[in-house]
């Protein structure tokens, strides 16, 4: 498995890592496959870089997590996050990132996931209510106390990053970056470029779309979060579509799926860049890590780039875009 460098504190993970939200939370019901079993296949194909959050489920994916790497915790670097406060029952309660809360959400994370230190601990969305340095520093006490090895962020806007990283050093940025999601690229790619952060990109798949796997809004499950997504509703569907077939058909001249080619693009951004598809099969799981076995031309790369150039896809990212980039 090839590995890239996250940080200027190094911390080292598999080129591509394994998102586990899906396995309990928002993307419809449990499959016939046992997630401990994905989990534990990723591992053994040498994919380290585990991401949860309490937030999932909430609450259940750490747990899952945790029982998964509890024999094997040193093959793995383990990302969790706090911040999207949420009640057992689901129901969302708030940003927070008060001192306190930052200390008990750790805590909380660490007995669930049944470890004694997270390896990269992310402040899951900026809480605009309370400095950042105040939240920073507070996930720096975690740090001098051995709990957290690594700090990062999620979402967060260009100044947020500058000033959270004159607290204490940020080893990831993390966002949705892909092929329909590239606007990244415009001030927060260069920002933690310059200033060594790594990027942890999520739904590098644009949340499965550009699979080629949905044909329609009935291809998802019912209670599936993606059912209110505005890039799923209606016009926007069908214009992403379009996008996705043009990038099937890339893939399939390419010799590989439509998720590989994706993947491989985004590989291609950048050693710096370390993308965490989600799955809950393990036929998903294999054929995201075989992406790094697509080698890009550039003409391959120059054809994506007129095919889905920046702000390519049709609606927005959520419903509610006032919690990102802040």
């Known amino acids: 498995m090839e590995t890239r460098i996250l940080g200027p504190e190094k911390l080292e993970v598999s080129a591509v890592g394994l998102g586990c939200m899906g396995m309990s939370d928002f993307y419809g019901g449990a499959t016939e496959e046992d997630p401990v079993h994905v989990i534990h296949a990723a ?41 999207n406060q949420r009640r057992p029952d689901g129901s969302f309660v708030r940003v927070n990132g008060t001192p306190e809360y930052v200390r008990e959400a750790c805590d909380a994370s660490l007995a669930r996931l049944g470890v004694d230190h997270i390896d990269l601990y992310y402040q899951h969305r900026v809480d605009p209510t309370v400095p950042i340095e105040d939240t920073v520093g507070a996930m720096a006490e975690l740090v001098a106390q051995g709990k957290v090895r690594h700090l990062g962020l999620s979402e967060a806007g ?27 690229e415009e001030e927060v790619l260069p920002t933690v470029r310059e200033l060594g952060i790594g990027f942890v990109a999520y739904s590098p798949l644009g949340r499965g779309f550009l699979t080629g796997r949905f044909r329609s809004i009935d291809d998802l499950p019912e209670g599936d979060w ?17 996008l996705a077939g043009k990038v099937e058909e890339l893939a399939s001249a390419k ?23 989600g799955t809950k099969r393990l036929r998903y799981l294999n ?39 802040r």
């Open 226 to 242: 993606r059912r209110s997504s505005p890039r799923f509703q209606g016009d926007n569907f069908a214009r992403n579509l379009q």
């Open 255 to 277: 010799g590989c799926t439509p998720g590989q080619f994706a993947l491989a693009w985004l590989l291609a951004q950048g050693s710096d860049i370390v993308p965490i598809p």
């Open 43 to 83: 591992i053994d194909a040498g994919c380290n870089f585990l991401d949860t959050a309490d937030m999932y489920g909430p609450f259940t994916n750490e747990q899952l997590v945790g029982s998964a790497v509890a024999d094997r915790r040193e093959q793995v670097v383990l990302a969790t996050k706090f911040g």
């Open 287 to 325: 054929e995201n890590l075989g992406a790094l076995d697509v080698a890009l031309a550039p003409d391959d790369l120059d054809a994506l780039d007129r095919i889905a150039p920046r702000g390519s896809a049709a609606g927005a990212r959520y419903a509610d875009m006032s919690t990102v980039g």
């Open 158 to 184: 260009p100044a947020t990053i500058r000033r959270a990283h004159a607290v204490h050093p940020i080893t990831a940025l993390q966002s949705e970056y892909s092929l329909w999601t590239r606007d990244m």
